[in-house]
């Protein structure tokens, strides 16, 4: 089945998320999956509505239950099919997740289709020069206007451009905002070192000196992006990064203000955070993990100021700096940051006034005009200059964070148990 006058394709595969996905209202915040799954469903539907029905269609690996009439959905095998499904349906663009322009066959991108890869996450340096050298390739998309600056120095520069995340209007004009009332603070993010829990673990150690009452709500779990996932004693994290955990716990005076909540839709959460004081995300050593950060933007949109830490990354988009909210760089910096909003209700009140109207700016009208005219635009193409093989600094972080994943792989012992694995395989 194919529709005519489609403008422009997504594909992603959902098969995963049927459980999480079926009969969810995406006009009411993330239900509870990946945020670029949740990204890739709301543009769609966003599009749809401002521009007609059909106009933009979700291509996907399988049946998961959503029913939404904005979304027309098409059932294809992988991002090959979805290449060939654009071929026959002669859909100009077809957006890809840019996580796998180093995983699919170099023949999906031998097409007369023009590929925008969105860039959820920052690419690594192979990538980065996929996106440059590929012809079918025609944008790369950041995913905010910090993601977009940061990579000057890329080979793919030329073909850049950036669209920042959106909250859909239904989301933004319903949220209960919160009455800051308790000394209530909410972490909101994936639980997985990345994303730094225990990092914050670390900074509440100096928080509750100054806080003892303070409660801590961390809202995530790791079976967000992996469903089958064995969890550990929180019942939030795997139990690799459960181990670790469960070490930055046992450094704190008062354990018992540390509330591991588990995964939650926005359905859920919008009553959760009514009373909460300061909202907190990825508070991690990671340089390059944050490319936006939705729940910064969510959190805002409830009338709480959002802190974190200073890495010159998508935050600096998300949450300007004493405004609505603070990014510090230090694990002591960042739990004065914490204490002052939890101790000071007027001035948790008054950045969370300009935190609401900050998150505004992240409503479907300031953004998904964005994707009409990278639609409409079919006749030139666009070809990188790139001569020299000196890293950009995007691809120069990565590698610093990935020296913090062989950290995280030897302190919870999964380094060890997966060389055993492959040890006894080859027996």
């Not at 006009?27 to 890739?40: C, D, R, W």
């Not at 079976?223 to 990064?241: K, M």
């Not at 995280?408 to 148990?417: A, R």
């Amino acid at each position: 089945m194919m529709i005519e006058s489609v403008q422009i394709a997504f594909y992603i595969g959902l098969r995963n998320s049927k459980c999480t996905l079926a009969n969810a209202n995406l006009s009411i915040g993330n239900p509870g999956v990946g945020g670029t799954q949740y990204l890739f469903l709301l543009t769609v539907k966003e599009y749809n509505r401002v521009y007609g029905a059909g106009k933009a269609i979700l291509l996907t690996d399988g049946e998961f239950g959503l029913q939404d009439e904005d979304i027309p959905m098409f059932v294809v095998e992988n991002e090959k099919s979805a290449v060939e499904y654009c071929e026959k349906a002669k859909i100009d663009w077809l957006v890809l997740n840019a996580n796998v322009l180093d995983r699919v066959p170099k023949s999906v991108f031998d097409t007369t289709v023009n590929i925008a890869a969105w860039a959820h996450n920052t690419l690594s340096w192979k990538r980065q020069k996929i996106a440059a050298k590929t012809r079918s390739i025609q944008r790369v998309i950041c995913v905010s206007e910090s993601q977009y600056r940061n990579m000057e120095d890329t080979p793919c520069w030329e073909k850049c451009t950036y669209i920042n995340n959106i909250i859909p209007d239904e989301f933004y004009n319903n949220a209960t905002l919160s009455m800051h009332d308790k000394p209530f603070a909410a972490y909101i993010g994936s639980i997985m070192p990345q994303k730094g829990v225990h990092d914050l673990l670390e900074i509440w150690k100096y928080v509750e000196v100054n806080e003892p009452e303070a409660q801590l709500y961390i809202y995530g779990g790791a079976n967000v992006w992996n469903a089958s996932a064995r969890l550990g004693t929180s019942g939030a994290a795997d139990i690799y990064y459960d181990r670790i955990i469960q070490r930055r716990m046992k450094r704190l005076k008062h354990p018992e203000n540390i509330h591991f909540m588990g995964a939650k839709g926005w359905k859920e959460l919008d009553k959760l955070l009514s009373s909460t004081r300061v909202g907190i995300v990825n508070p991690s050593h990671y340089m390059r993990d944050e490319t936006f950060c939705m729940s910064a933007v969510e959190m805002e949109t409830h009338k709480i100021p959002v802190v974190s830490r200073q890495r010159n990354d998508g935050l600096n988009t998300t949450i300007p700096n004493e405004k609505t909210g603070f990014l510090g760089k230090t694990n002591k910096e960042i739990a004065s940051y914490i204490s002052q909003l939890l101790r000071d209700q007027n001035k948790s009140l008054k950045m969370g006034n300009m935190a609401r109207v900050f998150a505004e700016n992240f409503t479907p009208g300031h953004e998904i005009y964005k994707w009409r005219k990278i639609a409409e635009n079919t006749g030139k193409y666009i070809i990188c200059d790139f001569r020299q093989n000196k890293k950009s600094s995007d691809a120069k972080l990565l590698e610093h964070d990935f020296a913090l994943k062989v950290g995280y792989l030897i302190e919870s012992g999964k380094g060890l148990d997966l060389l055993a694995k492959r040890l006894k395989r080859k027996k």
